[in-house]
């Protein structure tokens, strides 16, 4: 009786041993699960801050002249160099206010020019400049970091969108909304003696498919 005894305290001591490393093992993973995910948050708040930095460089660059004059205090004259240093070579703005958009756009052909990295001007789009174009962006919607367009959906019929290119600040209001089939393919109703600016992102209540916003150009300075 005396020998069962002792090898179930044994047997005890093991599970307790057992017990406590696993205790410390999901621990760890705990903290270290944590530490990731603060990270992940930590590194992404980085890269949005590094993102607005280069949009607002881009846009003081458009207002000013790339470079500008001091005087030391020798009384010489020294130039300042203001040009930016971006990651991305912007060519111009996207800006729509009431939903929180501030985002530079890429020429058609650059390689960082996709919605996995960036708004994406879509191929056959117009430049603000060319009279009765049509400039076409895409952007992801939904709670990831690239989604810029996760609130188009509440664009309004009174909301307007700027265009910040080639010096020049580009006003559109909002003239139609609709949506269509999610097929790589969209649909462009618009009226072509217009100049133009048309969003496209995923629709929010249907993913099978894409909202469209046609917006009309109504001045700009």
């Known amino acids: 009786m005396q020998l069962i005894k002792i090898k179930r305290n044994k047997e005890h001591k093991k ?7 696993l205790l410390v093992v999901g621990f760890l993973l705990f903290i270290i699960g944590v530490g990731i995910y603060a990270g992940n948050i930590y590194y992404n708040h980085y ?5 607005d930095k280069q949009v607002e460089d881009f846009l003081d660059n458009e207002n000013n002249d790339d470079q500008e004059a001091i005087v030391n205090d020798d009384g010489e004259v020294q130039e300042v160099d203001n040009t930016p240093t971006a990651t991305y ?15 530079g756009f890429l020429n058609i052909n650059d390689k960082n ?3 996995n990295k960036n708004i994406q001007v879509i191929e056959k789009s117009d430049m603000p400049d060319i009279k009765n174009g049509n400039l076409i962006i895409a952007a992801h919607s939904g709670s990831g970091r690239v989604s810029y367009f996760k609130n188009l959906y509440k664009l309004a019929t009174s909301d307007t969108a700027y265009i910040h290119y080639n010096g020049v600040k580009y006003t559109y209001g909002v003239v139609n909304r609709y949506e269509v089939e999610k097929t790589g393919e969209v649909v462009i109703k618009r009226n ?12 929010q209540t249907d993913k ?8 009309e150009l109504v001045g700009q300075e």
Do not use: W
């Open 15 to 21: 599970l307790d041993k057992k017990s406590r490393l």
């Open 47 to 51: 890269l949005d801050m590094q993102d």
């Open 89 to 103: 070579d912007y060519i111009g703005v996207l800006e729509i206010p009431s939903i929180g958009v501030k985002r």
């Open 113 to 115: 020019n996709v919605v």
């Open 192 to 203: 072509n003696d217009k100049t133009t600016l048309t969003l496209i992102s995923c629709s």
């Open 208 to 215: 099978t498919k894409q909202i469209v916003y046609i917006l």
